[in-house]
């Protein structure tokens, strides 16, 4: 109970302040994002996107720059070439993942390694650091959850259509390979906010976790939107009071809070299947 209380006086501090709204931020844009990744099925593809964004952060610190300046075209970049690869050739998509999954990281090595000196905060942009988010990185986060909430907003319901039934869209004469590499371009935008917060190599739990259980309560697509992103706010404050309770890394603290509230709920509408298999006449019962 100190321990929490010693979290809630730490809010004062500028950092812990940058913290909780890097948090929340990001969550907003994986409870968006997250939804049409988990609804599509390209949780895959999004490790594919934020893997290979590396190679644009072992580019920025070889020309030395910002490695969010190089994370944010690179990242996107690769988005549009893993869309137009997977769409217009005979490549099959997880084999694109893989070869844009393994270039990204080794080209990321390779600039690394051929800069001299030391790379500082790498770890922070592998694993997540999010004490250490500046101000700068917050007003970059609001501007890309500005940037995905209006392209969700516009494109709304061809995005679901894409989702639900790619072939229809097609028939329909909407642009589906257009809104195809919009939504991956989308995913590279969430990724570029999230890097500082879980780290590259825990991105794709923070997409998929909070939309996954979301899911579980409702299959309208506005609906699980608001649903993950409440819920990846909640939990995401929670694993960050955590980890600085017990004096643990924020990024992984974060996404082992959310899996385990995920176990959870799984196992709990487990129980309630198997005891509405057993007892049919309550299904009739169940509110609409």
Same mark, same amino acid.
């Given at each position: 109970?100190?321990a929490?209380f010693?979290?809630i006086?730490?809010?004062?501090y500028?950092f812990m302040?940058?913290?909780?709204?890097?948090?929340?931020?990001?969550?907003?844009?994986c409870?968006i *994002?997250g939804v049409?990744?988990v609804? &599509?099925?390209?949780?895959?593809? !999004?490790g594919?996107?934020?893997?290979?964004?590396?190679?644009?952060?072992?580019?920025?610190?070889f020309?030395?720059?910002?490695?969010?300046?190089g994370?944010l075209?690179f990242?996107? %970049?690769?988005?549009?070439v893993?869309?137009?690869v997977s769409? &217009?050739?005979k490549?099959s998509?997880d084999t694109?993942?893989?070869? %844009?999954w393994s270039?990204?990281?080794?080209?990321?090595?390779?600039?690394i390694?051929?800069?001299?000196?030391?790379a500082?905060?790498?770890?922070t942009?592998l694993f997540?650091?999010?004490l !250490?988010? =500046?101000?700068?990185?917050?007003?970059?986060?609001? $501007?890309?959850?500005?940037?995905?909430?209006?392209? #969700?907003?516009?494109?709304?319901k061809?995005?679901?259509a894409l989702?639900?039934?790619?072939?229809?869209?097609e028939?329909?004469?909407? =642009?589906?390979?257009?809104?195809?590499i919009?939504?991956l371009?989308?995913?590279?935008?969430?990724? #570029?906010a999230?890097?500082? #917060?879980v780290?590259m190599?825990?991105?794709?739990?923070?997409?998929?976790?909070? $939309? /996954?259980?979301?899911r579980?309560? !409702?299959?309208?697509?506005?609906?699980? *939107?608001?649903?993950s992103?409440?819920?990846?706010? *909640?939990l995401?404050? /929670?694993?960050?009071?955590?980890?600085?309770?017990?004096?643990?890394?924020?990024g992984?603290?974060?996404?082992?809070?959310?899996?385990f509230?995920?176990l959870?709920?799984?196992g709990?509408?487990?129980?309630?299947?198997k005891?509405?298999?057993?007892?049919?006449?309550?299904i009739?019962?169940?509110?609409?």
């Open positions: 109970m100190i929490f010693d979290f006086e730490s809010l004062q500028g302040q940058n913290a909780v709204a890097a948090t929340l931020l990001t969550c907003i844009a409870g *994002i049409f990744v609804t &599509k099925k390209i949780v895959s593809l !999004t594919g996107i934020s893997h290979a964004s590396f190679g644009g952060v072992g580019l920025s610190y020309l030395g720059l910002d490695p969010l300046l994370l075209p990242s996107i %970049l690769s988005a549009i893993l869309g137009f769409k &217009k050739t490549v998509e694109a993942i893989g070869i %844009l270039l990204g990281v080794a080209a990321g090595v390779i600039f390694y051929l800069t001299p000196g030391y500082p905060d790498l770890m942009y997540g650091n999010i !250490t988010v =500046p101000s700068s990185d917050i007003y970059l986060m609001v $501007a890309i959850d500005l940037i995905i909430i209006f392209v #969700v907003l516009l494109l709304f061809e995005f679901v989702c639900f039934d790619e072939e229809y869209t028939v329909s004469g909407l =642009p589906s390979n257009a809104l195809y919009i939504l371009c989308l995913i590279a935008l969430s990724v #570029v999230m890097i500082k #917060v780290g190599i825990l991105i794709i739990a923070m997409l998929t976790i909070p $939309a /996954s259980i979301s579980k309560f !409702t299959y309208d697509i506005r609906k699980m *939107i608001v649903l992103s409440i819920i990846g706010m *909640i995401g404050f /929670s694993g960050l009071a955590l980890s600085y309770i017990f004096d643990m890394p924020s992984a603290m974060i996404i082992i809070c959310m899996g509230v995920y959870i709920i799984s709990l509408f487990s129980l309630k299947e005891y509405l298999r057993k007892n049919p006449k309550k009739n019962k169940e509110p609409n």
